[in-house]
């Protein structure tokens, strides 16, 4: 069936180092694609979206490209801060609306 | 000015017993979701609702019931608890149906069955 695989965490990095968190999705057809982003103790908050192929999401330096020829939606950032840890949830949309989302990737950045 | 919000926060009873979560929303939106995480912190739907019309069922287990008194709430009852439903449970809610569509989610609710 449809699904969303990310990578594995959890992903420890220096502040400022460069950041990616894989994501790949299956699917018949075009699905929107999203990165949603969980704070310790808090519900999810939209990072960045692409609803088209080719598509490039970006909010507070992430971003990410909708590629359709690997079937991919990887987030990446320059720079990480410590206040960008966090879980970070790759999802796709699978009919009404309804997300599908990847196990979640957990961001640990240290000063 | 909370856009999502959910009540309590916290649960903790014990197995058996029947519990409701509520979920209201302040943004005009035509549908709202319910989404479990478990220990894992793996998200998945259970149920949708759009203008108080169940659309999406996810082979949750007849135990759980949602209602849609109106379109800005979204409630959940659950019968005879057991210790798997210990999870958090995040309501969401989005404009409409349409695939493009942002979905914005409440803090959640920690449910603990002893």
């Known amino acids: 069936g449809d699904s969303v695989t990310q990578m594995e965490g959890p992903v420890t990095l220096s502040e400022e180092a460069f950041l990616t968190i894989n994501c790949t999705y299956t699917a018949t057809g075009y699905p929107s694609l999203f990165w949603y982003v969980q704070y310790p103790g808090e519900g999810l908050q939209l990072l960045l979206k692409?609803?088209?192929?080719?598509d490039k999401g970006s909010n507070k330096g992430f971003e990410a490209t909708y590629r359709k020829e690997t079937t991919s939606f990887h987030l990446e950032k320059g720079s990480v801060q410590v206040s960008d840890s966090a879980v970070y949830f790759c999802a796709r949309n699978g009919g009404y609306n309804k997300l599908i989302f990847g196990a979640g990737t957990r961001l640990a950045v240290h000063p | 000015d909370t856009a999502v919000s959910q009540t309590p926060k916290y649960l903790v009873t014990q197995m058996g017993n029947d519990k409701s979560i509520k979920c209201e929303q302040n943004l005009g939106h035509d549908t709202m979701y319910w989404y479990k995480q478990d220990s894992k912190k793996f998200l998945k739907i259970m149920f949708s609702y759009n203008n108080k019309e169940l659309i999406i069922n996810e082979t949750v287990p007849n135990r759980f019931s949602p209602k849609s008194p109106d379109k800005a709430h979204l409630n959940l009852h659950i019968n005879s608890l057991e210790l798997g439903d210990s999870a958090v449970y995040f309501c969401a809610s989005s404009q409409g149906l349409s695939e493009v569509e942002t979905q914005y989610f409440g803090p959640g609710t920690r449910l603990l069955v002893l």
């Open positions: 692409a609803t088209k192929a080719d």
